[in-house]
């Protein structure tokens, strides 16, 4: 393949921070915002961005172990279909790479195990047909955990590979943030798209639940699992999310930054014991920038919220149990010992106390939402630190109430840990308010960033 391309940006800004720049950066590196911005006035081929793309592929992918599946010149072709006919949408000509989980017609479905090697679905998952209507090019599927649970994928963190990247959108994660492809899907049953992209330092998108059709998604929940992504900053994100939900309000919130500053709910949540040193040195330094500029007031979390974790992973090993029922008949000796306990946990969960757990989730979704009340965003942690070693995948522990409660979450990169590893938090919005948080999301962008 060619060299890859480079491009000259114009406002003087890195690229990092999803502002067109003055310097010349390699054409892979181009967030996608930007990049479907040049797309969109035929100022960018979307053939020259592919090809940059696959020559990062091929030069890292080898050692990051992102990718499980590729489809170069059938993507080429699309392209350049792309080149010569009409805009498409909103992510016209943008590579994208797709979670293992979600089906694709001209790529194997392996869920991450050997299980389903070579498995052919017959049509795409609705995401990845929404993602596709609106014009983005499917490079190929991202590596997973073995059906989206604990066991560690193959794929390395980029910033360190003795790091886990995160799991279980592990490939998705990485690819984004080694510059392999400017956006990739992501699913979240627990915090499988929120702490993948605070291990890896991109922007990590899950929506409010049920706004993405999870139609050809390999489930986990009913209840829980949400699709959604990563990009490299909060436009980036934003464009995804408009094409998942089709809601092009998503776009039009970060159009221009938004001239208000939002009221920003601090909840660090009852599990903040569990935090590190890392994670409370990014919490200072964001509370340092933002309480100048934002009226920051503490979350008064309702009473009985320490018990949301235990819930939300009664909800989730339960429902489990039941959805892999094919698997552990089946294929038992082949999950692995960690994924055999979650689903003996599930299995021993009474119908009835699964049915009365609904209800208190229900409950729980419609008591939470007097917070934003008072509140337009909530500042959260993300993950306890920075990424840990390869053999697991991290714990999930400050994304399981927000993921039981159906909210819409950003997480924004922050700052470095003690490593030189990324170490960031989450914005949480009120259900159904994806385009608001983004709106906010944003502004805290920018101002972390100054």
């Known amino acids: 393949m060619p060299r890859a391309s480079r491009v000259r940006t114009l406002s003087g800004r890195a690229p990092a921070t999803n502002r067109e720049t003055a310097m010349d950066i390699p054409l892979h590196a181009l967030g996608a915002w930007d990049a479907a911005r040049r797309l969109a006035r035929r100022k960018l081929r979307a053939e020259d961005l592919l090809r940059a793309c696959l020559e990062r592929i091929t030069a890292r992918?080898?050692?990051l172990r992102a990718f499980v599946a590729l489809r170069p010149e059938a993507a080429l072709a699309e392209a350049r279909a792309l080149d010569a006919g009409p805009w498409r949408g909103p992510l016209h000509g943008l590579p994208l790479g797709v979670k293992d989980v979600l089906d694709t017609a001209d790529l194997p479905t392996a869920l991450g195990t050997p299980i389903y090697a070579g498995h052919r679905p017959a049509s795409d998952a609705a995401a990845?047909?929404?993602?596709?209507?609106?014009?983005?090019?499917?490079?190929?599927?991202?590596?997973?955990?073995?059906?989206?649970?604990?066991q560690p994928a193959a794929t390395l963190n980029p910033h360190d590979p003795a790091r886990t990247p995160g799991g279980s959108s592990a490939g998705s994660a990485a690819a984004v943030a080694d510059g392999l492809l400017p956006l990739a899907l992501g699913t979240q049953t627990a915090g499988s798209v929120i702490r993948p992209a605070a291990y890896c330092g991109v922007v990590g998108y899950k929506p409010s639940v049920g706004r993405v059709p999870r139609e050809g998604a390999k489930l986990q929940s009913d209840t829980l699992d949400t699709i959604g992504g990563f990009g490299r900053g909060v436009r980036d994100a934003a464009l995804l999310g408009a094409a998942l939900l089709g809601d092009a309000r998503l776009t039009e919130a970060v159009e221009r930054a938004p001239e208000a500053a939002p009221r920003i709910g601090l909840a660090p949540t009852p599990d903040w014991p569990q935090a590190d040193e890392?994670?409370?040195?990014?919490?200072?330094?964001?509370?340092?920038r933002l309480a100048p500029r934002a009226p920051l007031a503490d979350a008064a979390l309702p009473e009985g919220f320490d018990g949301l974790v235990a819930l939300q992973k009664d909800v989730m090993f339960h429902e489990a149990a039941r959805s892999m029922t094919f698997e552990w008949e089946q294929h038992r000796e082949r999950l692995g010992a960690p994924l055999v306990a979650?689903?003996?946990a599930g299995r021993a969960?009474?119908?009835?106390?699964?049915?009365?757990?609904?209800?208190?989730?229900?409950?729980?979704?419609?008591?939470i939402d007097a917070l934003f009340e008072h509140h337009d965003v909530l500042l959260a942690?993300?993950?306890?630190?920075?990424?840990?070693?390869?053999e697991t995948t991290g714990d999930p522990l400050f994304c399981r109430a927000w993921?039981?409660?159906?909210?819409?979450?950003v997480h924004l990169p922050v700052a470095r840990g003690r490593h030189g590893l990324p170490v960031g938090?989450?914005?949480?919005?009120?259900?159904?308010?994806d385009h608001r948080l983004f709106a906010a999301a944003l502004w805290v962008e920018a101002a972390l960033a100054g």
Do not use: N
Not at 128 to 150: H, Y
Not at 381 to 390: F, I, V, Y
Not at 403 to 409: E, F, I, Y
Not at 425 to 432: P, S
């Open 381 to 390: 942690p993300s993950a306890t630190g920075e990424a840990p070693g390869r």
């Open 425 to 433: 938090l989450q914005l949480v919005g009120r259900f159904g308010e």
């Open 349 to 367: 969960i009474p119908p009835e106390t699964h049915v009365r757990r609904l209800r208190e989730t229900l409950a729980w979704r419609a008591r």
């Open 342 to 344: 979650m689903l003996e």
């Open 61 to 63: 992918d080898p050692a």
């Open 278 to 288: 890392d994670t409370r040195a990014a919490w200072s330094l964001a509370v340092a």
């Open 403 to 409: 993921t039981l409660l159906g909210l819409p979450c």
């Open 128 to 150: 990845v047909a929404l993602c596709r209507a609106a014009g983005a090019v499917v490079v190929g599927k991202t590596a997973t955990t073995p059906l989206a649970t604990m």
